[in-house]
């Protein structure tokens, strides 16, 4: 039970709003308010049309969480600096021409997203978020890295894509506890090379630019978990790639490329391979040794054929080949023991060449599919008596 003050902060934001709030005792951090061991923990009001911040909410300072994301906003309130619990802040997509400086008076912050605005300068006061972890400021108006961001100590997530930033500096290196970076659409011609000093690096986004090889530094990264190069200009797998052999995850899908070296199979960590909307002719021998592989995308290539070693990736659950030249498969896919779903072009396919084992992962996935949406006919038809009882009663 909430306490009767904090009953009545929510009341009077309710009032201020013109509007209820949804209160959500399960985790997440959905629309409305969020109750954590009977207290506040959340308020969260994306996409209201509030062109500021309702000054109700000033009493709310014991919060731990808040979205105000996706309205229009031109600044923020100099009352937020009274968070003092306050640990994540999200105010994507407002109208921010200017990064508001009462942001960098909030020192318990953890995280911040602030994307999609239209600023194009971080203060230098950014630094007094001495406990920043995760910074998110894509799609902005930067045109140059900001420096400024190398000297944020524990900074552990940062995205700063879709930015013209052509390059990375060297001073990179400075964000010694970065794990993830985001640097997607950032008209990147050339690998940033500063990037590979990166050593805690577990995931790389650079996704949407122009890159076509990868720097033999790469292998500096021995702790990159996953990487994403869709959609570049990638003729041939990047096998500087295979000398990372602590990647999981690798995401190459729309590129150009046309080959994949045997190399491949060095990757003796890899769960997820996406190699979807290329040019690829054929695989090597060799994929079969990615014994941890668990998903396999392969769709819209140029295969005729696919080898008889993929019935070695006991792990594989997830195997997508529709959209190529295939007309048979190999009798070796009926050893997938754990394969969960696969799909290729039944018209090009001769139906004999599909190993009974197979078809049998096509009927239950059909059959889940179907029980899921008659489970969802189900539940409509049981609201809909519900409803019909409560007006009858």
């Not at 009352?79 to 020192?107: R, W």
């Not at 997203?113 to 799609?139: C, G, M, R, V, Y």
């Not at 000093?197 to 978990?225: A, C, Q, R, V, Y």
Request: hydrophobic content about 35%.
């Amino acid at each position: 039970m909430l306490p009767k003050s904090e009953i009545s902060l929510i009341l009077d934001l309710e009032e201020e709003l013109g509007f209820s709030l949804n209160i959500h005792v399960d985790d997440g951090h959905r629309n409305g308010i969020f109750i954590k061991n009977n207290h506040i923990h959340a308020v969260n009001l994306t996409c209201k049309e509030l062109q500021q911040v309702p000054t109700s909410l000033k009493k709310f300072t014991f919060i731990k969480f808040l979205s105000i994301q996706m309205n229009k906003l031109k600044e923020l309130p100099d009352f937020l600096s009274e968070f003092k619990s306050l640990d994540t802040l999200i105010v994507n997509a407002n109208n921010f021409h200017k990064f508001p400086k009462i942001i960098t008076k909030m020192p318990t912050l953890k995280e911040l997203q602030i994307t999609d605005n239209p600023f194009s300068e971080i203060p230098e006061e950014i630094l007094n978020l001495t406990s920043l972890k995760h910074l998110s400021i894509d799609a902005t108006n930067i045109k140059k890295f900001p420096e400024v961001l190398t000297h944020i100590p524990y900074l552990e997530y940062l995205g700063i894509g879709a930015n013209q930033l052509y390059t990375l500096p060297s001073s990179l290196v400075s964000l010694s506890s970065l794990k993830t970076l985001i640097v997607d659409q950032c008209n990147f011609s050339e690998f940033p090379e500063a990037i590979t000093n990166l050593i805690s690096l577990e995931g790389l986004n650079l996704s949407d630019n122009e890159l076509s090889t990868i720097p033999k530094s790469i292998s500096n990264l021995k702790n990159l978990k996953w990487i994403s190069l869709s959609n570049n200009d990638f003729t041939q797998f990047p096998k500087r790639l295979t000398c990372v052999p602590s990647l999981e995850e690798i995401y190459l899908n729309r590129n150009n490329i046309s080959t994949v070296p045997k190399s491949i199979g060095n990757l003796k960590n890899l769960k997820i391979l996406d190699l979807t909307a290329n040019d690829i002719k054929s695989l090597p021998e060799e994929i079969g040794n990615l014994l941890k592989l668990e998903t396999l995308r392969l769709s819209s290539n140029n295969l005729t054929s696919i080898p008889s070693s993929l019935g070695e990736l006991k792990s594989l659950k997830y195997l997508r080949l529709s959209g190529n030249n295939l007309t048979s498969l190999p009798e070796e896919l009926g050893n997938l023991s754990s394969l969960e779903f696969i799909k290729f072009d039944i018209k090009k396919i001769d139906p004999d060449s599909v190993p009974g084992s197979i078809r049998q992962v096509q009927q239950r996935w059909v059959e889940r599919y179907l029980s899921g949406f008659g489970n969802a006919i189900d539940k409509m038809k049981g609201d809909v008596k519900d409803s019909y009882k409560n007006e009858k009663s």
